[in-house]
């Protein structure tokens, strides 16, 4: 692929600024749609976007109580390194066995949940505003996932130390699930390599790459594939299960949509 002149730094810095004054072409109703940005245009959309902010100020806040509390360096640093080390194993587990399981869209209680934390995000990979979980969903559970470790280790200081590492690393996250459905093609092997796997999950079959940044659960768990001809095609890649079938019976997904579940993205009937 040709380097283009946004790819420079000169370049890059300014398609950044101008992507300020085009922001609503980009737009699908309230939504950035990824399909049509750049890398430019996503930097400035994920750096003023209200939920990274505050997840940035959170890891701010987070990291003074640590800070405040006399934390220890080995301490400290052995509840980093656990939280790192843990991270992509519980994001697994939460994306297989619960934003993949059919229980909570079966539930008239908690489907608009499921709605909001996962379908949407597969009925249309594209759209930043569904990519990104509700905070209200995300904070509470990385909090309940890392603090217990961090408060194991060393108490106030290491509890606080640990949320800030986890918030630390669901931005990460966040930045490089928005480059895996991004229209951009990474010059970083590494990169292009992940956003390979993650596309596979969204359009080949939803039944395994469930990573983003680290598939070493899926290579574990034995979910990992690495090209489209290892499996046959999901006829469920797009609806998770959540078929006309399915919402005939379980009608509240569907009640809140106003439609019945789309077999292909509008992003991708429009891509072609």
Not at 39 to 67: E, G, R
Not at 132 to 156: E, H, K, Q
Not at 190 to 200: E, G, N
């Amino acid at each position: 692929m040709s380097q283009s002149s946004s790819d420079q730094p000169e370049g890059f810095w300014r398609a950044f600024w101008a992507a300020r004054s085009n922001q609503g072409s980009l737009r699908t109703g309230r939504s950035f749609d990824l399909g049509k940005m750049s890398l430019p245009h996503l930097w400035m959309a994920y750096l003023t976007y209200p939920t990274i902010l505050l997840y940035f100020a959170l890891i701010l806040v987070s990291s003074a109580i640590a800070i405040a509390c006399g934390p220890r360096f080995g301490t400290t640093l052995i509840a980093v390194l656990l939280v790192i080390g843990i991270y992509p194993f519980a994001w697994y587990a939460i994306h297989r066995f619960i934003l993949h399981g059919r229980w909570l869209y079966r539930n008239p209680v908690t489907a608009s949940l499921w709605k909001r934390v996962h379908f949407d995000h597969h009925q249309d990979p594209h759209l930043l505003d569904v990519l990104f979980g509700s905070p209200l969903n995300t904070i509470p559970t990385i909090a309940i996932i890392v603090m217990p470790i961090g408060w194991a280790i060393d108490g106030v200081s290491t509890a606080f130390a640990a949320l800030a590492t986890g918030l630390v690393m669901t931005c990460i996250y966040e930045f490089f699930h928005c480059i895996q459905h991004l229209a951009y093609k990474p010059r970083w092997k590494w990169v292009a390599r992940i956003k390979q796997l993650h596309v596979l999950h969204h359009f080949h079959d939803e039944d395994g790459n469930y990573g983003i940044t680290n598939y070493a659960a899926d290579r574990l768990f034995g979910s990992f594939y690495r090209e489209a001809r290892a499996r046959p095609r999901s006829a469920h890649v797009f609806d998770l299960g959540y078929d006309l079938e399915e919402a005939r019976r379980y009608p509240w997904v569907m009640n809140r949509t106003g439609a019945p579940p789309k077999q292909r993205p509008d992003g991708a009937r429009r891509n072609g």
